[in-house]
């Protein structure tokens, strides 16, 4: 199991931990580093500037948002950073909710969120693969346009600039069931937003047909500490706001997946507490539990014993949000 620094998206402003969180994981010997991107600072960019200060460690959006672009300018972005980064990026992508991409994107949400996903890959393969011009005909991402406000002069184009790699793996962070079985089949890996070592099962079928070499990246947060409890308290605030915030009362995709996982009262008691208010009692409401499972929380010998179950599954890189040096410097000693 490979290591991941998982440094997601900023918040006020830019971290001024970030860029040296990177260069010491890579001194560490970690095999990526990861952005995110919500409604403030994008994916891309802060990973260019870290590609320019490393040398080794690869490069993951975790994850660029589908409605931010058109999937031909995303393709530019990962081709563009791939050549100047000497072929180090790992292309994440998501679609988000309707919240995000109709509140902040202003794009409609996909009716059929797997077609609009499967043709955007699609449209993303034939750039990287530039083997002729890009043609779709999609319901959601036609290469030429042929809807009716069409001009009709719109030809198909192949990318100016050669990529530097036909293969750049793509991963996509799916939830639902349906979703994660397709992304088996049309990407070289799944960035998971919640994973439980110890429930596994939850996700089998879906990964049933998953190919040999099929990446499997979930996030954790990790820190070592001696009060577990505490240590836990950033993880439930998370959890809390994206099971509370980050969807609608009755769309939320992060509150039904924690219900799959078997927490499905206490997520839909998060959700109304969030909902009616409560921030801080929603917070409260998260099951220790649950914020256990999917994180590595405690001193160095409890990470030791539970890092165990996450290198025993099926995870192959796992992505740890690290707050400081020497819990990358621990997690690395012990996944030796």
Request: aromatic letters at 8%; charged letters at 25%; a neutral charge.
């Amino acid at each position: 199991m490979r290591l991941g620094l998982a440094l997601g998206y900023w918040g006020r402003g830019p971290d001024p931990r970030h860029l040296e969180l990177a260069r010491e994981a890579e001194r560490l010997g970690y095999d990526s580093v990861w952005t995110a991107e919500a409604w403030g600072s994008d994916a891309f960019t802060a990973l260019t500037w870290i590609a320019a200060h490393t040398s080794r460690i690869r490069l993951g959006t975790g994850i660029a948002q589908m409605a931010a672009r058109t999937p031909t300018a995303t393709a530019m972005h990962a081709l563009t950073l791939d050549h100047l980064s000497g072929g180090r990026v790992l292309l994440g992508l998501g679609l988000s909710g309707p919240q995000v991409v109709e509140g902040w994107y202003g794009r409609p949400f996909p009716k059929s969120p797997l077609t609009a996903t499967r043709e955007y890959v699609e449209v993303i393969r034939q750039v990287l693969r530039r083997e002729g011009p890009v043609e779709v005909d999609g319901l959601f991402h036609s290469h030429p346009y042929r809807g009716a406000d069409a001009t009709g002069l719109g030809k198909p184009l192949k990318p100016i600039t050669h990529p530097l790699r036909g293969d750049l793996p793509v991963l996509l962070g799916a939830e639902g069931p349906k979703n994660i079985a397709q992304t088996t089949r049309i990407a070289d890996g799944w960035l998971p937003l919640y994973w439980s070592p110890q429930r596994t099962e939850v996700y089998r079928a879906s990964l049933a047909h998953a190919p040999e070499g099929f990446l499997i990246a979930p996030m954790a947060r990790a820190v070592v500490c001696d009060d577990v409890a505490e240590g836990l308290l950033p993880v439930k605030a998370m959890l809390g706001f994206y099971i509370g915030g980050m969807g609608h009362a009755a769309r939320n995709f992060h509150a039904d997946l924690m219900a799959r996982m078997g927490f499905e009262e206490e997520a839909r008691r998060v959700q109304r507490l969030f909902l009616e208010g409560r921030r801080e009692d929603a917070v409260r409401a998260v099951p220790d539990a649950f914020a256990d499972e999917i994180s590595l929380v405690g001193p160095r010998e409890r990470i030791a014993e539970r890092l165990e179950l996450w290198r025993s599954g099926p995870v192959t890189d796992l992505l740890v949000t690290a707050p400081d040096p020497h819990t990358l410097r621990v997690l690395a000693e012990l996944n030796s």
